[in-house]
């Protein structure tokens, strides 16, 4: 009997060492999951104002001012009717 109680209480004793083992492990991973997630919101920060900033550029090139300027600029187009002049050095 007294060896039936004793490996009783070396089972509950091992039990109990598993249970705040995994204890401490969920909760050194929760620590970790915060600093993801934080790090995850930062991302997500960082890329909404990219993606605001490049949403602007857009709709800057998309005017036919700039448009007209970046074709006659660059690309030595005309619109029709006008005449242009090529200055050669």
Request: charged share 35%; with cysteine; hydrophobic share 35%.
């Amino acid at each position: 009997m007294k060896k039936l109680v004793v490996i009783g209480n070396i089972v509950f004793a091992c039990l109990v060492i598993h249970f705040v083992g995994q204890s401490v492990k969920v909760f050194s991973g929760k620590s970790n999951m915060q600093a993801k997630m934080e790090k995850t919101d930062k991302e997500i920060k960082e890329l909404t104002d990219k993606k605001n900033k490049l949403l602007e550029q857009a709709k800057s090139i998309n005017d036919d001012d700039n448009t007209d300027k970046f074709a006659r600029n660059n690309l030595n187009l005309k619109k029709k009717g006008e005449d242009t002049y090529k200055i050669v050095d």
